[in-house]
């Protein structure tokens, strides 16, 4: 089991351009979660899917930010025009149900933004 | 914010020592999560308590929650340079919503 796989590692950006954050959950998860992470605001959450399906999105930046989950195997978290404001570390999490099922945590993608 | 520290806190111990870490949140929950994050790596779980337990120990680790006060603690024993990490409690939002809101954490070096 490698767990959560997340790619890249590590991005670089210049402002403006276009940037996208690749996960693959642990086989046979059915929920994955982005969540952000930034010294000043701690780990936030972004996004969620189940079953593929969208659930709660009340994370993600109005503008600029989108996340899809194609099929069970990966799920891409893209944010267009990047700022600066958007250099984080991007981590992807997964869990076999929802509700209270441990979510496993990949290393992140730490995306800087010049 | 759903909890009531606002910075990241700091806490330099010598080995063997005991330590405990606090976590007090603002809307109710019925559980709280403490994960661990090593340096480059993703949180991990490492206990959840729930309200009806009020305790959990696991190893070293001992979880309390109280409902009442909204507060949750972490406790090590006779910690160890291993438990170097920051440590974030977590709430979810309860039902069917898994997602988890953090704390600010607090960020542990045990020295030898």
């Known amino acids: 089991n490698a767990g959560v796989i997340q790619t890249p590692r590590h991005k670089v950006t210049g402002k403006g351009q276009e940037a996208t954050l690749w996960c693959e959950p642990i086989?046979?998860?059915?929920?994955v979660f982005w969540y952000r992470q930034t010294i000043v605001q701690g780990l936030e959450f972004l996004t969620y899917?189940?079953?593929?399906?969208?659930?709660?999105d009340s994370g993600m930046p109005k503008e600029r930010f989108s996340a899809q989950m194609p099929n069970q195997s990966h799920s891409t978290l893209k944010i267009q025009s990047t700022q600066p404001q958007d250099s984080a570390v991007y981590l992807c999490a997964s869990s076999l149900e929802t509700g209270r099922d441990t979510q496993y945590f990949g290393p992140g993608t730490r995306l800087l933004v010049l | 914010s759903q909890w009531g520290e606002e910075n990241l806190q700091a806490l330099s111990i010598q080995e063997g020592e005991d330590v405990t870490m606090n976590c007090s949140y603002k809307?109710?929950?019925?559980?709280v999560h403490w994960y661990r994050q090593d340096s480059g790596r993703g949180p991990a779980l490492i206990i959840l308590?729930?309200?009806?337990?009020r305790e959990k120990r696991s190893g070293r680790l001992r979880a309390t929650l109280d409902t009442s006060s909204q507060s949750s603690s972490l406790s090590i024993t006779a910690a160890q340079c291993e438990d170097t990490a920051v440590y974030f409690c977590?709430?979810?939002?309860?039902?069917?919503?898994?997602?988890?809101?953090f704390g600010k954490g607090t960020k542990l070096s045990v020295k030898s």
């Open positions: 809307t109710y929950t019925t559980v």
């Open positions: 086989s046979g998860h059915s929920a």
């Open positions: 899917f189940r079953n593929q399906a969208p659930i709660d």
């Open positions: 977590a709430t979810d939002s309860g039902g069917s919503n898994a997602k988890l809101t």
């Open positions: 308590i729930r309200s009806n337990e």
